[in-house]
């Protein structure tokens, strides 16, 4: 069953209402530049070049996460991610004026500066009044949960927030003692489910015991209530876009890993791979020469690093980087990449911020060892010792490694098991939900890393 929640419905009126308010702002921002002189063929000048930039916005917004309420609550973080994404804008304003329209009867640039002052303030105006109505809790669907697991407490909200991922959550049915940290969850017996569905107007049922007769035999009895079924692992899945390692089985494998019906995206995702490598690679190689003397004249050691790396259906491959450590700097063993890395050169420290030692990846993925999105390729030591003590680690090795990937981007490097296990889970729910919008939506949130300075 596929679930919407409060938190899709909020990020889609984000979308629809940003472009609303870029269409407005034009109107006005013509009005008050040409005031008496404005007219309709001012307005069908700009409507087509405008439209075209504010595609060009939209994907900027998104990249940058301002279509997602839960990513922008601080009002500190909102107002850091909209200056870089209005500094960014109206860049490509400029570059796009001069590039498409240099001698055309316009040349925005009075109405570029007019129209990022007045979106801005339609933009925080309806930023207030949606941060308002999204806090309704009649806005969101109620939830009861069926059966207890211990896992139940990382879906639940923190700090008060009941609408932490567009539910309320009202309780949950068991005979089971719950956790002493569960407090805000009205415990119900079983044979008091029909009045609790009653009085809480639960229109979501998160079954945690499927195949547990007692469970079936009171859901059929409930049929006629007309509420939504869905299990724990997809209710899981769906609000934090991870897999839930604890509670799965090989079954789940079975259930979701076809990838015999991936044929078809598999060749076009390598399509695109190899279009990507090129582009990529061209815009590049001007680069290259520089960082190559700046690894150099840094420190001694060769400018290309090379280690072996596990791939696709765990074969070896040779993994190329700019090289950001110091010489022999591995020579106790391999050690995973941790906070402040003293192994990391001061100018490595930067490339590694804004991912420009990854440029010779690109050989990698052209030569068809990497993807542009997959998990990070991992090291054999380290494969062969997290797979003894974390269940399902090789099936991350069903599919290519990438350069970025949902895991990359949710949660950096892992620099211990417990850290490998969560990026484990944001891998697996790749693998599980890969297809080619979702890779062309992780590598625009890169844009987003790469601009925060977010590598290691």
Do not use: C
């Not at 009005?31 to 060009?56: C, G, K, M």
């Not at 917004?61 to 850091?80: E, I, K, M, R, W």
């Not at 259930?255 to 019906?261: F, I, P, Q, R, T």
């Amino acid at each position: 069953m596929k679930i919407y929640n409060g938190l899709k419905i909020r990020k889609i009126a984000a979308f629809l209402s940003t472009i609303g308010l870029f269409y407005l702002s034009l109107w006005l921002t013509l009005i008050i530049r040409y005031q008496s002189d404005y007219n309709v063929n001012l307005w069908q000048l700009h409507f087509e070049p405008f439209t075209w930039l504010f595609a060009l916005w939209l994907i900027i917004f998104y990249s940058f996460n301002l279509f997602d309420p839960a990513s922008t609550q601080s009002g500190v973080q909102f107002l850091n991610q909209y200056l870089k994404v209005t500094v960014i804008n109206l860049g490509l304003g400029f570059i796009y004026f001069y590039a498409f329209y240099p001698k055309n009867e316009i040349r925005p640039r009075t109405v570029l500066v007019i129209l990022i002052g007045v979106f801005t303030i339609f933009y925080f105006v309806w930023r207030k009044l949606a941060h308002r109505i999204n806090y309704q809790k009649k806005l969101y669907p109620a939830v009861l949960f069926i059966g207890y697991e211990p896992l139940i407490k990382e879906i639940l909200p923190k700090s008060g927030a009941e609408q932490r991922y567009g539910y309320v959550y009202k309780g949950i049915v068991t005979n089971t003692p719950l956790d002493p940290e569960i407090t805000n969850l009205t415990t119900y017996p079983f044979n008091q489910l029909t009045e609790a569905i009653k009085n809480e107007k639960i229109s979501l049922l998160v079954i945690n015991e499927p195949g547990n007769e007692e469970i079936i035999n009171l859901l059929f009895k409930i049929l006629p209530l007309r509420v939504n079924f869905v299990s724990l692992t997809n209710f899981y899945e769906n609000i934090t876009y991870r897999v839930p390692l604890k509670i799965i089985s090989r079954g789940w494998f079975l259930d979701n890993l076809a990838e015999g019906s991936k044929t078809f995206y598999e060749s076009g995702k390598r399509l695109l791979d190899i279009i990507l490598s090129l582009i990529f690679g061209f815009v590049a190689l001007p680069l290259s020469p520089f960082i190559a003397l700046a690894i150099k004249i840094s420190s001694q050691g060769p400018v290309i690093f090379k280690q072996i790396r596990v791939g696709k259906d765990g074969n070896n491959f040779v993994a190329l980087k700019f090289r950001t450590m110091y010489q022999n700097a591995e020579k106790s063993g391999a050690t995973w990449a941790k906070e402040n890395d003293p192994r990391v050169t001061n100018i490595g420290r930067f490339f590694r911020k804004i991912r420009l030692d990854e440029i010779p990846q690109l050989i990698n993925i052209l030569k068809g060892d990497m993807s542009f999105v997959g998990p990070r390729p991992e090291r054999p030591e380290f494969i062969d010792q997290l797979e003894k003590e974390i269940p399902f680690y090789r099936e991350r090795l069903l599919i290519k490694p990438g350069l970025t990937g949902w895991a990359q981007i949710n949660l950096a490097y892992a620099d211990s098991v417990e850290a490998t296990l969560k990026k484990l889970q944001y891998d697996l729910y790749y693998v599980k939900r890969r297809s080619l919008f979702f890779d062309l939506s992780i590598v625009l949130k890169t844009i987003n890393i790469i601009f925060k300075r977010g590598g290691r």
